[in-house]
C-alpha cells in the first residue's frame, strides 16, 4: 500500500517563498512522470509542473520562473520551489506520480498566501 505524503504548505506573506515535498511511504519504481497539480476554491484543478524520468520540465505559464521542479530519484521525492508568491497561487496542491502500471496521488496541502 504505497501512498504519497505531502509536506511544505501553509501560510506565508505575498513574496514569500515555500518548499513543498511529496516522499512515497514505499519504493516505487519506474516513476515516469513526477507532477504538481493545485485547486482553488470554485475553480477546477490545474496542472502546476511536471518532471519527467529522462530530465524535462515543465510549468504553467502562472508559475514559470518564480517555480521550480524538482527530483530525488533514490528517495521517491518529488520537490516544489515556489517563490515571491502571489495571492492568487492559494490553493490545496497535490503531488502526482504516473508509472507504467498506475498513477499515485497525494492527499494534498494547503497553501495560503496573504496579507
Known amino acids: 500500500q504505497v501512498q504519497l505524503v505531502e509536506s511544505g504548505g501553509g501560510l506565508v506573506q505575498p513574496g514569500g517563498s515555500l518548499r513543498l515535498s511529496c516522499a512515497a511511504s514505499?519504493?516505487?519504481?519506474?516513476?515516469?512522470?513526477m507532477g504538481w497539480y493545485r485547486q482553488a476554491p470554485g475553480k477546477l484543478r490545474e496542472l502546476v509542473a511536471t518532471?519527467?524520468?529522462?530530465?524535462?520540465?515543465s510549468y504553467a505559464s502562472s508559475v514559470k520562473g518564480r517555480f521550480t521542479i524538482s527530483r530525488d530519484n533514490a528517495k521517491n521525492t518529488v520537490y516544489l520551489q515556489m517563490n515571491n508568491l502571489r495571492p492568487e497561487d492559494t490553493a490545496v496542491y497535490y503531488c502526482?506520480?504516473?508509472?507504467?502500471?498506475?498513477?499515485?496521488w497525494g492527499q494534498g496541502t494547503q497553501v495560503t498566501v496573504s496579507s
Open positions: 518532471a519527467h524520468s529522462a530530465g524535462s520540465t
Open positions: 502526482n506520480y504516473i508509472t507504467s502500471s498506475r498513477d499515485y
Open positions: 514505499g519504493r516505487i519504481f519506474s516513476i515516469n512522470v
